[in-house]
């Protein structure tokens, strides 16, 4: 006959011995007005924290209603403290004039720090692919430490595909996805912000990221002078003339000289100056058909004045 397993579950000692109401206090006393001079950034925090109107409207509502979720804070051996989550509440509450910031005290080592410090990131609507980059290589680091060494009977080296087979499980991208977005670790940060900006692909960045720092600076180069940015074709090229030895800057200056259709009298719009200049109530799908009014309308207007100048 299978053994019924038990209901009955054995009480903490903070169970037998403190009432929910204790419990309730203690977790409450963890939060606590923290001077803004003694709370440092976390360690190449791979978020953006932009001064745009975001940051403004969190402005406004802390000088009206406070910081109402605490920022997270541990505590560090000098004595300081260490942000996990809440740059921008922190930057908000500079910028509003305040000294301190309303934080939850946490126990955490550097690892688990790291690893929370990504997940509460990860809440935000919007990241861009350099953040996605920095995070998971940063978390998959710290989940690697964690998973430690194999034993002596398991031979796999458990840090590197158990933790990238939970990061890929955690987060839903594949382990060949989060592998792409580490690559891209190592491009040049001009390369990495045209990604950011969309004016190059995830694939052909990702060839890009095994070239090495001179010849991604001659790529840049390139990119200025010609206007366009290398197809995944071209990426590919330029990847294995480097991998025999063979990428000078004459060869990439041939590569990327060849005029692609796709490219042909385009039009280069920053993402950022282009979106602060429409109202957040228009969503990012209806971008294109709202600059294509507004031009429609100033062309109008310029029409208009033509007209009236030349009577």
Request: net charge negative; with cysteine.
């Amino acid at each position: 006959m299978a053994e019924r397993k038990s209901d009955f579950h054995l009480k903490t000692f903070d169970d037998l011995f403190t009432t929910q109401i204790q419990r309730d206090d203690e977790k409450l006393s963890k939060i606590k007005e923290i001077p803004l001079s003694e709370i440092d950034d976390f360690p190449d925090h791979p978020f953006k924290v932009k001064d745009d109107e975001d940051m403004l409207e969190l402005i406004e509502s802390i000088k009206e209603r406070g910081v109402i979720t605490p920022a997270t804070v541990r505590q560090k051996e000098d004595g300081r403290y260490e942000l996990i989550s809440g740059h921008r509440r922190k930057r908000a509450s500079e910028l509003a004039g305040f000294n301190s910031l309303r934080c939850e005290v946490v126990d955490l080592n550097k690892d688990e720090a790291t690893i929370l410090m990504v997940e509460s990131n990860f809440q935000r609507s919007q990241i861009l692919p350099s953040e996605k980059a920095f995070a998971y290589k940063m978390r998959l680091e710290a989940m690697k430490r964690k998973a430690g060494r194999p034993s002596k009977e398991n031979l796999v080296p458990v840090g590197q595909n158990y933790s990238r087979n939970e990061l890929s499980n955690q987060i839903g991208e594949s382990q060949t996805q989060i592998q792409r977005y580490i690559r891209l670790t190592n491009l040049v940060p001009e390369l990495l912000e045209f990604v950011d900006e969309g004016r190059i692909k995830m694939r052909p960045a990702v060839e890009l990221s095994y070239l090495d720092e001179d010849c991604q600076r001659d790529i840049v180069d390139e990119i200025d002078m010609n206007e366009a940015t290398p197809s995944h074709d071209q990426a590919i090229r330029m990847r294995r003339f480097f991998e025999d030895g063979k990428l000078t800057t004459e060869v990439i200056q041939a590569i990327m000289s060849e005029e692609k259709p796709n490219q042909k009298e385009r039009i280069v719009l920053r993402g950022d100056r282009v979106r602060s200049l429409i109202p957040k109530s228009i969503p990012l799908s209806q971008t294109e058909d709202y600059v294509c009014k507004a031009l429609e309308y100033y062309a109008k207007h310029i029409r208009s004045r033509n007209e009236r100048d030349s009577r």
